[in-house]
């Protein structure tokens, strides 16, 4: 029944890994989103997706890469992890020309 | 480029006290406004939205006014609960697109029974 579903919910991982985090909606949403919390609890978009295009890339490294296989997913992956991408990562999606987003319950990324 | 700025927090209040927490913004054009609230150990939850000017967004309790003279979105409560505590996220967005969110930085809010 979750609208917005993340997994893994806390990821723990050495520098220098490669990681991915999954999201799923099922809401017929055509738009999907990145965002980024850090420390201080500040958020930021990092992408969006709709209908498989990309829509957002607000300078992000290009070490993180969106892939969307199809409407109901955009999973992050992230090469090379550093200490600095340590934070939690949000998915969201809407329906296009509604900005108002369900966002999922947060993926907890700590990088050792 | 578009920005929002919230009251630093956290916010101390007593159950039962009145809650405002204040929000500004600065954009281009004519966003929708958002108020999200992030329970501890979980994701955001929208509470409230407004999409014109002088609209009001409610929402359990919660109300915030739309004022484009001023460009606030200021959050009110009457009388706040212990459950109430949480942290607050203005947020802006565009009319339509994909162009997501811009967020305050939040606003911690500790009710204390």
């Known amino acids: 029944d979750t609208a917005v579903s993340q997994t893994p919910k806390y990821l723990v991982t050495q520098m220098g890994n490669d990681k991915s985090i999954k999201c799923e909606q099922n809401l017929g949403h055509d738009t999907m989103y990145w965002y980024k919390q850090d420390s201080k609890k500040f958020l930021k978009i990092m992408f969006s997706y709709n209908n498989k295009e990309l829509i957002i890339n607000e300078t992000v490294p290009n070490r993180f890469s969106p892939k969307s296989p199809d409407k109901a997913h955009l999973n992050l992956h992230i090469n090379s992890l550093e200490l600095g991408d340590s934070a939690v990562y949000f998915c969201?999606?809407?329906?296009?020309?509604?900005?108002?987003?369900?966002f999922g319950q947060g993926t907890r990324l700590t990088v050792v | 480029g578009d920005s929002v700025t919230q009251m630093e927090g956290p916010v101390t209040l007593s159950e039962e006290a009145f809650l405002t927490i204040n929000c500004t913004y600065t954009?281009?054009?004519?966003?929708?406004l958002f108020w999200y609230v992030q329970y501890p150990g979980e994701g955001l939850q929208l509470l409230l939205k407004a999409t014109k000017a002088d609209d009001k967004g409610s929402n359990k309790g919660f109300e915030a006014t739309y004022r484009k003279e001023t460009t606030s979105f200021h959050l009110e409560k009457g009388s706040v609960q212990v459950s109430d505590s949480a942290v607050y996220f203005c947020?802006?967005?565009?009319?339509?697109?994909?162009?997501?969110?811009?967020f305050g930085k939040g606003t911690h809010l500790i009710i204390q029974p």
């Open positions: 954009a281009t054009g004519y966003p929708s």
């Open positions: 947020a802006l967005g565009p009319r339509g697109g994909a162009d997501g969110l811009t």
């Open positions: 969201a999606s809407s329906i296009g020309g509604q900005p108002a987003a369900f």
